[in-house]
């Protein structure tokens, strides 16, 4: 079979998401979608040249205009939504009315629900809807299942994950290879995790812990918003336990938990010599250029750890994944964990494996088949049993 897929948003990870669609997606075209024309071209152009065939096309088109997608959208098999999450709910339905099924990058847990309600309508249209993708919450909450699949009875699921560069440079130790408004998103707020077989929230920045994590050493991790999607409520009932930590080089604990506690992180205007200053913006304003770079070598680490019972005895199984910006396509390791995990779901999609409806995404296909598609890339993981 040969495949028609749509990227709407032709950025870092739509780009490395079309690549994959080309070389693992059985495609006859990618359309890349951009309201930038020359962005949309020089992506095409790249996976053309990475592909070595005519298989990337640019189109110009907003994605703040859904109707404006449908004529794109008529005879696709499956798109993809690579913009910001606040565009998701229309695409979603925009998608539904072309009967074109719809994976996307999600970022926020509410819009995720709302999408999860069309699920009458999708199912009424013959296409799936798969939100919330990408390397978090998508592959990393991939890896909580398989590590409860490998165990006969899972209680308590531990992940860890993170995109950093490969040689931090003091005082950011950082560089932020996606919007540096999502960072903030994440920093705010509250987590949701399952504890004692419930529900809880957590704040962010608590409950620092340091760990090994080779080849990076001892990191720091902490509780960041945004990770878990709706993995906490379809895992109640089956686990005690099961919650998500970020990774960060020593040191970035304290200086961001400052931030927010300094109220950088609000959204709500203060007044500064008479002028409202929103102090979210005042703050992106000035740290974006610090830890952003047009060129970064970046490595990616993920681990989900399974507490519970295999073959009658308590055990612990760990699953570590690491993946590195890559020389000969020049793709980021946060650009491929989550372009890739969006093309191989939408890969499912295309093939029939996800079948009509809105799916949650951690339970759309079974987690070995999604690691088996990740181990078929070249990204390689180990697992450890206790």
């Known amino acids: 079979m040969a495949y028609r897929y749509i990227i709407i948003g032709a950025g870092r990870q739509g780009t490395a998401a079309a690549y994959d669609l080309a070389k693992f997606g059985e495609a006859s075209q990618v359309i890349l979608v951009d309201n930038r024309l020359d962005a949309a071209q020089r992506a095409a152009a790249r996976v053309n040249r990475l592909i070595g065939r005519e298989v990337a096309s640019a189109v110009q088109a907003d994605a703040s205009d859904a109707a404006g997608l449908d004529s794109i959208l008529a005879g696709a098999d499956v798109a993809l939504s690579a913009v910001p999450y606040y565009f998701n709910l229309e695409i979603s339905k925009a998608c539904i009315r072309a009967g074109v ?32 993708c990408g390397m978090g919450p998508g592959l990393i909450n991939h890896m909580g299942v398989y590590v409860m699949d490998l165990l006969d009875a899972p209680r308590e699921v531990y992940l860890y994950d993170a995109g950093l560069p490969q040689d931090p440079t003091p005082p950011w130790n950082y560089i932020s290879t996606f919007h540096v408004n999502g960072l903030t998103n994440e920093y705010d707020g509250q987590a949701t995790f399952i504890r004692n077989g419930k529900i809880v929230k957590v704040d962010t920045f608590t409950e620092l812990e340091m760990m090994d994590f080779p080849p990076l050493g001892e990191m720091e991790a902490f509780v960041i918003s945004g990770s878990m999607s709706t993995t906490p409520d379809t895992h109640l009932g089956k686990l005690e336990r099961y919650e998500n930590k970020v990774l960060r080089y020593p040191g970035h604990f304290h200086t961001f938990e400052a931030y927010k506690r300094l109220g950088l992180f609000s959204e709500e205007p203060i007044n500064v010599d008479g002028q409202p200053v929103i102090p979210r913006r005042l703050y992106h304003t000035l740290l974006e250029p610090k830890i952003r770079a047009e060129f970064v070598k970046d490595i990616c680490v993920m681990r989900a750890i399974g507490v519970g019972e295999k073959d009658g005895a308590e055990a612990k199984v760990t699953v570590d994944l690491i993946d590195r910006y890559d020389d000969e396509t020049g793709f980021t390791g946060m650009e491929r964990l989550t372009g890739w995990h969006c093309a191989i779901m939408m890969g499912f999609q295309a093939r029939g494996v996800i079948g009509p409806g809105a799916h949650r995404m951690e339970s759309a296909v079974p987690s070995a088949d999604v690691m088996e598609a990740v181990r078929q890339r070249g990204i390689p993981f180990e697992t450890r049993w206790e």
């Open 101 to 132: 099924s719809l994976c996307d990058m999600g970022g926020n847990t509410d819009v995720v629900w709302s999408q999860l309600d069309l699920d009458a309508e999708a199912r009424a249209a013959g296409v799936s809807i798969v939100p919330d």
